[in-house]
């Protein structure tokens, strides 16, 4: 491989435990590093493409004039404080956010088209399923909203059980699930029907590490075997080199949109958490000499 | 357990969902419709205490007024017919405002509309649930005034029947339409005695309508349990199906449809 340093780190922990997934191939390991996106590939179409994207709420601006792609088939990592405009940003792309101006399109179709609804699947921070019902009992509502064929759907259920490894809780009241076990279950249901975007509003916080990395190891298997597209927002930088493309974000702006790699390397910083306080500080520099864009 | 389906050579299972995808047929509404009301009654099966509450409580304060009318057997008749529209109305608003604004404060509202769920689909689904268990609050209620409390009707009492599901969807109507308004539990409970209890009062349950101030007697006659009220008064005193039963059943239905396609307008795809 390359440099060791520009490994990013979700390779070396999948690659050091080859048997870790029984039913596959070890295949990360012998894709020759993914500090190549996809995205890189001209051919490649964004699945989501955003230009001048503003969003006020409550008179204030939580998004100004944003523009950004997130490439096709890759696990994209929205990074940046809490309160910096990554769920309204997120909740824009999925199409609930109301009072949204500027271009942005995703899977070819304007955010929001009733095209999408079948084709993105969305995580919300609170785990938006039913406390009263079984983990079982609500994956088969959603799966019948989505219109997973009745003959289907009991087998699909069990795929996406097995995927986010609830498999041995599915007769569990959700009420009665611990917070990680609860937000494994919403996950669950936007993986039911295979979406081909994933929108994952911070799903990895509160889970143990064992947890978060097998997500993780879930997310870029999405990527890489079904040509999904993932946008994951953390608000911890150290899920940045999980990545195989990052935005940065901000005060509702994005201040960078590349390789975690690219990211270092441009800012010359050795970690992201770095870089992000690299870019803060001379963005302020410029922005106080040139003025608004 | 069903058995998977073939795996691609890859290992994984094919894609399962068949595309194009027709999310707009009326087989397709029906399903998430059906599949929406299995759902609510199954968050019901999760919680019978809730449901006994519900089918119990009428009979037992049927049973109570039966008693408290004890010397005056034809004012318990008018006064428990009309009851029997009262009770699947309250139950149902409240039942109605606390589900949906779970709905909307839990995020699964938010999820399901950003599925191919459309606002009626999910309306109806909740119909359908709750009309369901208004029939069997109903029925029990009914059975147990005409056939162990000797309930004196003229008419049927199939025609109580019709009156308290209307009037269960017109509560269910009601109950979806404040939640949007209400942002905690506390509040959705407090809208009870704002939008039932004057209804209460003014639909001729205490004193005839038209014996009421004339401006409150002009309010009576534009709220819908009003209606519902005459209607179970006309099977009471007369055999067979009158005009003003048909009448009153009419309101009462359009009041609650409208109801309810207001409430659903309050189901928001996109919110700030």
């Not at chain 1, 590093?33 to 179409?45: C, I, K, M, N, S």
């Not at chain 1, 010359?268 to 520099?285: C, I, K, P, Q, R």
């Not at chain 2, 005839?208 to 002009?218: E, F, H, I, N, Y």
């Not at chain 2, 819908?224 to 009220?229: A, R, T």
Request: neutral net charge.
């Amino acid at each position: 491989m390359l440099d060791p340093a520009a490994v990013p780190a979700h390779d070396a922990d999948v690659s050091d435990e080859p048997g870790a997934n029984r039913s596959e191939p070890p295949r990360r390991g012998l894709a020759g590093g993914r500090d190549r996106p996809p995205a890189a590939d001209p051919a490649t179409p964004a699945a989501v493409e955003a230009l001048g994207l503003t969003v006020v709420r409550g008179g204030r601006s939580v998004l100004h004039d944003v523009a950004l792609t997130v490439a096709a088939g890759a696990v994209t990592g929205l990074l940046g404080p809490s309160g910096c405009g990554k769920t309204t940003l997120l909740r824009s792309v999925v199409g609930t956010q109301a009072r949204v101006r500027g271009r942005l399109r995703v899977l070819g179709l304007p955010a929001g088209d009733p095209g999408l609804r079948s084709r993105i699947g969305y995580v919300t921070q609170e785990p938006s399923v039913y406390r009263d019902l079984t983990i079982r009992q609500n994956l088969d509502y959603y799966a019948a909203v989505l219109g997973v064929p009745r003959r289907h759907r009991a087998a699909e259920v069990e795929r996406v059980l097995g995927d986010v490894d609830l498999l041995d809780r599915a007769g569990a009241l959700t009420a009665d699930l611990s917070g990680g076990q609860l937000s494994r279950a919403s996950l669950a249901v936007a993986l039911l029907g295979r979406p081909e975007l994933l929108v994952l509003d911070e799903p990895t916080v509160g889970l143990d590490p064992v947890l978060r990395r097998d997500l993780w190891r879930l997310f870029h298997r999405l990527a890489d075997r079904h040509g999904v597209t993932l946008l994951v927002s953390s608000h911890v930088m150290d899920e940045a080199d999980r990545c195989d493309r990052l935005l940065l974000m901000r005060e509702g702006r994005v201040l960078a949109d590349d390789t975690p790699d690219g990211l270092r390397r441009a800012t010359g910083a050795t970690t992201v958490e770095n870089a992000f306080l690299h870019l803060v500080e001379s963005g302020s520099e410029e922005s106080e000499e040139r003025g608004p864009r | 357990m069903t058995p998977p389906p073939p795996a691609t050579p890859d290992g994984t299972a094919p894609a399962l969902r068949a595309r194009p995808v027709r999310h707009d047929s009326t087989a397709a509404h029906l399903a998430r419709t059906t599949a929406t009301a299995r759902r609510v009654l199954r968050q019901l099966a999760h919680d019978p205490r809730t449901v006994a509450l519900l089918l119990l409580v009428p009979v037992l304060l049927l049973i109570l007024l039966r008693y408290v009318f004890d010397a005056d057997r034809t004012g318990f008749s008018r006064i428990g017919a009309s009851l029997l529209g009262v009770f699947p109305l309250v139950t149902m608003f409240l039942v109605t405002s606390i589900a949906t604004l779970r709905e909307r404060s839990g995020g699964t509202l938010e999820r399901l509309l950003t599925m191919p769920l459309a606002r009626g689909d999910l309306v109806a689904g909740y119909a359908l649930a709750f009309g369901g268990l208004a029939v069997v609050q109903a029925a029990l209620a009914t059975g147990a005034a005409v056939l162990v409390l000797d309930l004196r009707l003229a008419g049927s009492p199939w025609l109580l029947l019709v009156v308290a599901v209307l009037n269960a969807l017109l509560g269910m109507a009601l109950g979806l339409f404040v939640s949007a308004f209400a942002a905690t539990e506390f509040q959705a409970v407090q809208f009870f005695p704002a939008v039932i209890v004057p209804q209460i009062l003014l639909c001729g349950l205490f004193v005839p309508r038209d014996s009421m101030q004339p401006v409150l007697s002009a309010v009576s006659d534009v709220l819908p349990l009003s209606y519902s009220v005459d209607g179970m008064t006309e099977v009471v005193a007369h055999p067979g199906v009158t005009a003003n039963y048909v009448r009153d059943v009419i309101v009462v239905a359009a009041v609650a449809a409208a109801v309810l396609a207001l409430g659903a307008a309050t189901l928001r795809r996109r919110t700030p």
